[in-house]
């Protein structure tokens, strides 16, 4: 697989949930149930050890990272046996520096194609330190970049942060998730500035997930007008309706080109931002984020609780009803029946 080519196709890239049972076990045959349901769906990627997945599987008393990237890594080259097609495997990748290092190291040995590198360790250091330390890991595992916004850890990062962060040669990617129009701005000018056509942009902006796919971005450099896309998404939201988010990004990108959008693509920017509200719980500052996603797999079978490693991360009140009625209002946007006709198979 050509990595980058395959990026800047422009693909559904699922954030994967840890599966756990009832007395908060680890459950290996849901887990490898969630990996198949996303291939089988259609997704151009998978992201494991993210936010998703919970950061406390790198917690000693957890010590999940490794068995979690071996065990979706193994699955998926098994599924892909059966079905072969590119699909890139990404791993979660955090800490400072001498731990982000031997986390790239361990993807790499696992056969991770790239690494989705978190910079919330770095809240308080200089833009310099953070350059220095991606350019570590960049020398270890191609690099996907991600703006997190500040509400959930992450924090302001400047313009010319991200041109010299577009600099990097073995940068191949870049999650744009500031949930921020400006910031956004920042990025895609940033990469035009750096003269990387080869960088692919993906949304992380759950809250404007298909205005980000639909919009061609278009900016100054070197005294012509260059026009970049957003081709994809790297989200948590498409941990959860995986079929149906494939449907929507492959009807997307065909309207996206059109000289005359259709209104009706605005309308569904609404809905899919109305189910991201439910399901990330924005109303309670992002609490139930990860529990919002498993109760929606729970419903489905492939997960047997919402239980987090983090006793504290449950569903908020009243956000269960939020789901019911996202769930109803969008009937096209969910995937139960796609789900319910494949599950057994995936939980073999």
């Known amino acids: 697989m050509n990595l980058r080519s395959h990026l800047l196709a422009g693909h559904v890239i699922p954030a994967h949930p840890l599966a756990l049972d009832s007395q908060r076990r680890f459950s290996e045959r849901h887990q490898r149930a969630l990996t ?32 979690v990237l071996q065990l979706a890594a193994e699955t998926a080259r098994e599924a892909l046996r059966a079905e072969p097609r590119d699909v890139a495997l990404i791993a979660g990748i955090c800490g400072r520096t001498a731990q982000a290092v031997a986390e790239a190291s361990l993807a790499c040995e696992l056969g991770y194609h790239a690494g989705l590198v978190s910079m919330a360790a770095f809240k308080a250091d200089a833009e310099v330190g953070i350059l220095a330390h991606i350019a570590a890991i960049a020398e270890v595992i191609p690099v996907i970049g991600f703006y997190l916004q500040p509400a959930v850890g992450g924090r302001v990062l400047s313009y010319a942060f991200w041109q010299r962060f577009a600099e990097i040669p073995n940068v191949v990617a870049i999650k744009i998730a500031p ?151 969008y009937p096209h946007l969910v995937d139960d029946a796609f789900v319910a006709a494949h599950r057994d198979t995936w939980l073999r």
């Not at 996303?38 to 068995?67: C, M, N």
């Not at 035009?192 to 900016?219: C, E, H, M, Q, S």
Request: glycine share 8%; proline share 4%.
């Open 179 to 329: 949930f921020n129009r400006y910031q956004t701005l920042d990025v895609v000018r940033a990469a035009i500035a750096a003269g990387r056509d080869d960088i692919a942009l993906y949304t992380g902006n759950d809250d404007t997930i298909v205005t980000d796919l639909l919009t061609p971005f278009r900016f100054a450099h070197e005294g012509k007008v260059v026009e970049r896309r957003i081709v994809g998404g790297l989200l948590g939201h498409w941990g959860v309706w995986t079929h149906a988010a494939v449907r929507l990004l492959r009807e997307a990108k065909p309207a996206a080109q059109s000289p005359a959008l259709a209104a009706q693509w605005l309308t569904e920017a609404a809905a899919v931002t109305d189910m991201n509200a439910a399901l990330f719980d924005a109303a309670h500052h992002f609490h139930g984020c990860i529990p919002g996603i498993l109760e929606i797999l729970r419903r489905q079978g492939l997960v047997p609780t919402t239980l987090c490693l983090n006793a504290d991360e449950q569903l908020s009140p009243g956000q269960a009803d939020e789901l019911d009625r996202v769930c109803a209002a």
């Open 36 to 67: 198949r349901y996303y291939l089988a769906a259609g997704a151009g990627g998978i992201a494991v050890g993210v936010h998703s997945t919970q950061f406390e599987i790198r917690d000693p008393q957890h010590a999940l990272l490794k068995p």
